[in-house]
Every structure is written in structure tokens, then in C-alpha cells.
């Protein structure tokens, strides 16, 4: 067993439809409009009041978490138009477990964007020795529970109150996805 490298390499991965690159400040736009979309704002906790000054800093942070790979997300034939953002945080580097977390931007739902991306993201991180690919959302969020079992996620369960959401205690619910699970 090898040990995980953390972080995994922030490459351009491609499938030919979807391509995953280094955000850039070009991206704040529709970063923040994805933010301030009412069905983002449901599942997510971007404060109320969120600026374009505020998506700017999120980008900026994201690039400085040494926990955290951040990818954005465009479709192949529509050079740099940001259609999302996918990430893996480090949660366990001995175990070799990570979390993955996802947003499409409004313009960009119900093309399959995030499936996709999640595919490519899952077999970069195997790539890269990670054992353990770990999905919490809020119970809820049928597009996003949708998303990972599209992809083979296992469910494994509902976390009581296990998150803080408008200063509410609320159900999750827990996916992963193993190595072993999509080994030949």
C-alpha cells in the first residue's frame, strides 16, 4: 500500500466533453453567480449578502488552502466559460481519504457536466494513491445524492444533525467511493 500524494496533482483532466482547469479571476462572474442562485444559496452556506468582492476572495483562498485541490469546470468547445468547480480536501492522509465537493453554475445544469467531472476527478485521485473518496451533502440535495450515485457511490447513510446550515442543525448524508470499488 502506498501512501497517498496530497496534494494531488491540480492537472487539466479532459474526457473530451468537459474539460477541469486552474480557476482563474476570470471566473469570479460566474463563481459569484452560481453563489447567489437561489437553489445554491439552499444547499450551501454562502452567506446571504454575498459580493462579487467576497466570490473574488473565495477564489483567491481556494488557491491558498494547501488542503484543498480546486478545479474548475468548462465544456471542451466553449474555451474558459466557467460551467462549475469540483474539489478534493484532504481528510485523513494516513487513511487516505478525501472529500469531494461540487457546484454547477446555473446556465450549466442538467447537461451532465457534474458526472462527468466527478468521474474524472475520482480516477485522478485513484491515480494519485488515494483509498477513500467521501461525499456529504445535505440530506435534501437530490442533485447532488443523484451526482454520486451516478458515479457509483456507495450510500452509507443519513448523519443525524451532523452539519450547521442557517443556524439550523441538519441531516447529511454520506457517500464514498473506494479504490477497490473501481479496480479491475
Known amino acids: ?12 483532466l479532459s474526457d ?11 471566473d469570479v462572474h460566474e463563481v459569484y453567480a452560481t453563489a447567489v442562485d437561489p437553489l445554491s444559496v439552499n444547499f ?13 476572495d473565495y ?21 474558459g466559460h466557467y460551467a462549475g468547480n469540483i474539489s478534493l480536501r484532504s ?30 476527478v475520482a480516477a485522478h485521485a485513484f491515480d494519485n494513491d488515494v483509498h477513500r473518496i467521501e461525499l456529504r451533502c445535505l440530506s435534501d440535495n437530490v442533485r447532488s ?11 452509507e447513510g443519513i448523519r443525524r444533525e451532523a452539519a450547521l446550515h442557517r443556524g439550523s442543525h441538519v441531516d447529511t448524508a454520506c457517500y464514498s467511493l473506494l479504490r477497490t470499488d473501481v479496480s479491475d
Open 1 to 12: 500500500m502506498s501512501e497517498m500524494t496530497w496534494p494531488v496533482p491540480l492537472e487539466t
Open 16 to 26: 473530451g466533453v468537459i474539460r477541469l482547469r486552474r480557476p482563474v479571476e476570470e
Open 44 to 56: 450551501t452556506s454562502v452567506p446571504r449578502h454575498y459580493t462579487l468582492d467576497m466570490a473574488a
Open 59 to 79: 477564489l483567491r483562498s481556494c488557491s491558498d488552502d494547501p488542503d484543498l485541490v480546486f478545479w474548475a469546470i468548462e465544456l471542451t468547445g466553449d474555451s
Open 91 to 120: 481528510v485523513d492522509r494516513a487513511v487516505g481519504s478525501v472529500t469531494v465537493g461540487y457546484a454547477t453554475a446555473p446556465w450549466a445544469r442538467g447537461r451532465g457536466i457534474m458526472p462527468r467531472a466527478l468521474a474524472l
Open 145 to 155: 445524492r443523484s451526482v454520486a450515485e451516478r458515479c457509483g457511490f456507495t450510500f
